[in-house]
């Protein structure tokens, strides 16, 4: 497991911020396959607007722009 890998050597502050990039990068790949598999499902068979059936790829777009907006703060913080 990657937990039992013995950790290369930094400061605390720079481990903390490697962490949470890691942990952004891996929430927007699976944001990303998610946004994949509903474009395949929409291909096969297009939502039904009136139905209120596009809820959840709201929900899901927000999530994505809230990640990449989490990100671009890291970025900032990390090399401002």
């Not at 911020?17 to 068979?45: C, P």
Request: hydrophobic letters at 30%.
């Amino acid at each position: 497991m990657l937990f039992e890998k013995p950790m290369i050597q930094s400061d605390v502050s720079r481990r903390n911020a490697d962490i949470l990039e890691t942990v952004s990068r891996l929430e927007e790949r699976s944001l990303r396959t998610l946004k994949t598999e509903e474009a395949k499902r929409f291909s096969e068979t297009p939502p039904d607007l009136e139905s209120g059936e596009n809820h959840a790829v709201l929900q899901l777009n927000e999530q994505i722009k809230k990640n990449e907006g989490l990100r671009r703060g890291q970025a900032q913080g990390i090399s401002g």
